[in-house]
């Protein structure tokens, strides 16, 4: 394809939100991995990969959490 294709090796990630999960996930995989470079206790290096987990969860819908619900439901008018 031309310059301006799209490439498949890139992640293609539909809306800001999602952008921004993927942007936590690896801000909190970072935070792991220095972590265990740093000698840091093993408990917190587990809660920044759960922290990662489920901001990837999230993005591929495994996890259902609050903020996707109300996302959801302020896009669609309910009782009128």
């Known amino acids: 394809m031309g310059e ?9 990630l539909a809306t800001e939100r999602q952008r921004l999960l993927v942007a936590e996930a690896q801000s909190a995989a970072a935070a792991a ?10 408990e917190l290096v587990a809660e920044d990969l759960r922290e ?10 495994e ?5 996707l619900v109300d996302e959801i439901f302020s896009r669609f008018c309910i009782g009128k």
């Open 52 to 61: 990662a987990i489920g901001a990837l969860g999230r993005v591929t819908g």
């Open 4 to 12: 301006g294709g799209l490439h498949l090796e890139e992640p293609l």
């Open 63 to 67: 996890e259902l959490v609050p903020d």
């Open 33 to 42: 991995g220095e972590g265990l470079a740093g000698g840091r206790a093993e």
